[in-house]
């Protein structure tokens, strides 16, 4: 059930960021062609390719979570043994889900601030950005939890790498 759960998130989440990058790639050309052949420029567009750049990191980042597959130096834990391998791993975990927790809660006060400031061009409030930020670490946060729970199963000797290739899909 988990595991289907975690599959239609990160299809939905694949989408979004392809929707995003093609939508971006689009304005920012339409953008230059403008400004290189016309002389002439859309106030609106870096507003749009801002908050398309802010949705792309963190959706991408949650995405990379799920993934297992965000940036880390492990060559020493490595060296571990395989039962402190997982201690160490699951202590990742926990300290990445504590900083997220940090900024969420940081992104949910500038949400609330940033709900009467809109941007320039398109009258969009500038909370938009700030719940990019809330939703990839909410997202972040839950894929790590799911990471701590495969850690800790390996901790006692259950194999976990039906569920691993199947997350990694």
Known sequence: MLLKVLDKIKLLLRIISCVMICALTVIVTMQVINRNFFDHSFTWVEEVAGMAMVF???????????????????????????????????LDDLICIGFLAVVCQLATGLMEKNMTIFTPALKLPMAINYFAILLGSVLMILFYLVRLYMDSQRLFGKNMDAMEEEMNK
Not at 60 to 75: E, K, L, P, Q, V
Request: aromatic share 14%; charged share 15%.
């Open 56 to 90: 792309v990191t963190f959706l991408g980042a949650a995405m990379a979570t799920i993934n297992n597959s965000n940036t880390r130096i492990d060559f020493f834990i490595r060296l571990l043994p395989k039962k402190g391998t997982y201690v160490f791993e699951m």
